[in-house]
């Protein structure tokens, strides 16, 4: 270990130089983490804050939620069967403000449920995000579909839906603007799923997400881009090592020559990774962590700690990976002809 700190204290250059970009591959690569997660939430809060279970949709729709439509009877009795189970329905439409100006919100309507919100008629709930906008409590909004007016009676934190503030409604409200009678989907939280009932089709939270096109579309190339960047990190330390260890050969045959064993010399390297990784990211994690305080409010960028910290976890494993493979070629060094043909 000794030998692996002086090594950096007279190659400190080389070293800090790996260090640097590390740091700005880490910093990137959390950045762009946070912005996946934010698009996620901004795209799906409605269903990723429900707790786990199953969601039913008819098999006729395709793995399309607006085009399924659940029979009373079906969802009737699967309601009375499962407790805490709801039955409800997403539209994408446009409210009116006072000012005539049109906003695009997600309405949502729900049977009795506590993860929905319980609205009564000619009642509507709003995400926050309206409030930020001057839509107050008590203000009068209209919809070309329906004849009179919504009445705003609250607002709730982090619900949207596509991109848009989701806007509750009661079910009457719903079927008079849609000109529905049946719901599109139905919810039953817990682990265990319920005997599916003819022409329904069954999806956990993860796979429901997926059928949302959108979602699945932003976040399968968002999260390529991350990985990718976790693989360039790896392919930097491997490349790194690799140059640092060729130019060393004539110091690992000295070192094998004197009784230092193969284990020593991979534990030094090991040493120069570890370090090198634990200042890199631990500076990115706090500049990173700054960002996610300071980032405008409209911005969706949301980075949990347990995402930062699953992360650092790969870029360590990552490195070590890179930097062992690197190494390898310590392992066939011959003391006599290392001394020979390398630096000393």
């Given at each position: 270990m000794n030998i692996a700190f002086k090594e950096m204290k007279k190659n400190k250059m080389r070293f800090v130089i790996l260090g640097s970009i590390v740091f700005l591959v880490s910093l990137l690569t959390f950045i762009i983490s946070g912005l996946a997660n934010g698009l996620s939430q901004d795209n799906?809060?409605?269903?990723?804050?429900?707790?786990?279970?199953?969601?039913?949709?008819?098999?006729?729709?395709?793995?399309?939620?607006?085009?399924?439509?659940?029979d009373n009877r079906i969802q009737d009795k699967l309601l009375q069967k499962?407790?805490?189970?709801?039955?409800?329905?997403?539209?994408?439409?446009?409210?009116?403000?006072?000012?005539?100006?049109?906003?695009?919100?997600?309405?949502?309507?729900?049977?009795?449920?506590?993860?929905?919100?319980?609205?009564?008629?000619?009642?509507?709930?709003?995400?926050?995000?309206?409030?930020?906008?001057?839509?107050?409590i008590g203000d009068a909004l209209t919809n070309n579909q329906f004849n009179n007016k919504f009445i705003v009676k609250g607002f709730v934190d982090q619900s949207k839906y596509s991109h848009a503030p989701v806007a509750y409604i009661s079910m009457d409200d719903y079927k008079g603007m849609y000109r529905v009678n049946e719901m599109q989907l139905i919810f039953v939280p817990g682990g265990d799923s319920p005997q599916v009932a003819e022409g329904l089709e069954s999806f956990s939270k993860k796979q429901f997400l997926n059928t949302i096109s959108s979602y699945k579309a932003e976040q399968m190339s968002l999260n390529m881009i991350v990985w990718f960047l976790?693989?360039?990190?790896?392919?930097?330390?491997?490349?790194?090592?690799?140059?640092?260890?060729?130019?060393?050969?004539?110091?690992?045959?000295?070192?094998?020559?004197?009784?230092?064993?193969?284990?020593?010399?991979?534990?030094?390297?090991?040493t120069q990774m570890v370090f090198i990784t634990v200042i890199a990211i631990g500076l990115s994690v706090a500049l990173s962590q700054v960002f996610?305080?300071?980032?405008?409010?409209?911005?969706?960028?949301?980075?949990?700690?347990?995402?930062?910290?699953?992360?650092?976890?790969?870029?360590?494993?990552?490195?070590?990976?890179?930097?062992?493979?690197?190494?390898?070629?310590?392992?066939?060094?011959?003391?006599?002809?290392?001394?020979?043909?390398?630096?000393?």
């Open positions: 799906a809060a409605l269903i990723k804050d429900l707790p786990n279970g199953q969601f039913y949709m008819t098999k006729d729709a395709e793995e399309t939620y607006n085009l399924s439509r659940i499962q407790k805490d189970a709801a039955a409800f329905s997403i539209q994408m439409g446009f409210l009116n403000d006072r000012a005539g100006k049109q906003r695009s919100v997600a309405f949502v309507t729900s049977t009795d449920s506590k993860y929905f919100q319980h609205v009564k008629k000619g009642e509507i709930v709003l995400d926050r995000s309206l409030e930020d906008e001057g839509i107050k976790v693989v360039i990190s790896g392919m930097l330390f491997a490349i790194f090592f690799y140059m640092m260890n060729v130019q060393k050969m004539g110091l690992y045959g000295i070192l094998k020559a004197i009784g230092l064993k193969t284990s020593a010399l991979f534990k030094m390297m090991w996610n305080m300071i980032a405008p409010k409209g911005m969706p960028f949301h980075l949990p700690p347990e995402t930062t910290v699953q992360l650092s976890i790969v870029f360590l494993i990552i490195g070590f990976i890179g930097a062992t493979l690197s190494g390898m070629q310590i392992k066939k060094v011959e003391p006599l002809q290392a001394i020979q043909q390398g630096e000393v």
